[in-house]
């Protein structure tokens, strides 16, 4: 148990609706990262939050935002879903912002998000 | 941007050793992270470098090169339950934002058989 929570951990839902995935970090970190990964490719960095304040930003989609609220944990907004949305979204978390050090990051089990 | 290349699969035999190649470009290079993932699992870390050599760690060791822009996994007393996807990750140092930025490779299968 690496102490990330994820919900839901299974999600359905048909195309152009809206999903909320939810992720609370372990106790004391304050970086959260958001990465999507489907069956053809590998995780895809989409963005990092530390303390409350976006601080990086990959390949996210404009149908998609995230925030991260005072009490630390952060959600993943999906709107106007595709079929190729369909994929699972992980949530690490890190003490800090990890410019040094291991850097380790500590990810959640997943939710599992199935666009049909 | 960057460009991180792993081979997709290998088979090795229990017991024996396996070494996993990743080579990259980046910019701004902030170190080199390797993590196991199993099928339907998160990923977790396994080991780190930002300077160049061997960094050990029970049966598993990394090495790193950044000159030439190359790491490698090894994998001692290679087990079953090994049997998973190796994930090669470079991290960007970001100038503007202080952002942290982790790029994952698509990742080496690797299947033990005995």
């Not at chain 1, 990086?56 to 998609?64: C, T």
């Not at chain 1, 997943?110 to 666009?115: A, N, Q």
């Not at chain 2, 229990?14 to 470009?25: D, F, P, S």
Request: hydrophobic residues 35%; negative net charge.
């Amino acid at each position: 148990d690496s102490g990330v929570t994820q919900t839901p951990k299974h999600l359905i839902t048909a195309t152009g609706q809206r999903v909320t995935l939810r992720c609370s970090p372990r106790s004391g970190d304050l970086s959260v990262y958001w990465y999507q990964q489907s069956l053809d490719q590998g995780l895809q960095f989409l963005i990092h939050y530390y303390n409350g304040e976006e601080r990086a930003k990959g390949n996210i989609l404009e149908r998609f935002s995230a925030q991260q609220f005072p009490d630390l944990h952060s959600e993943l907004n999906l709107s106007s879903l595709e079929l190729g949305d369909s994929a699972l979204y992980f949530c690490a978390s890190s003490v800090g912002v990890e410019r040094d050090g291991t850097g380790e990051l500590f990810f959640g089990e997943g939710s599992r998000l199935t666009v049909l | 941007g960057q460009n991180i290349d792993q081979p997709t699969e290998m088979t090795a035999t229990e017991g024996a050793i396996v070494q996993i190649n990743c080579t990259y470009q980046t910019s701004g290079f902030n170190g080199l992270f390797w993590y196991q993932q199993h099928a339907g699992e998160a990923p977790t870390f396994l080991s780190y470098n930002v300077l160049d050599g061997l960094e050990e760690k029970g049966r598993f060791s990394s090495f790193l090169s950044r000159s030439k822009g190359y790491s490698y996994l090894l994998l001692k007393e290679l087990q079953m339950k090994d049997s998973a996807s190796y994930l090669c990750a470079v991290r960007r140092l970001i100038l503007t934002g202080g952002g942290n930025k982790l790029t994952f490779g698509t990742g080496t299968q690797l299947k033990v058989e005995l």
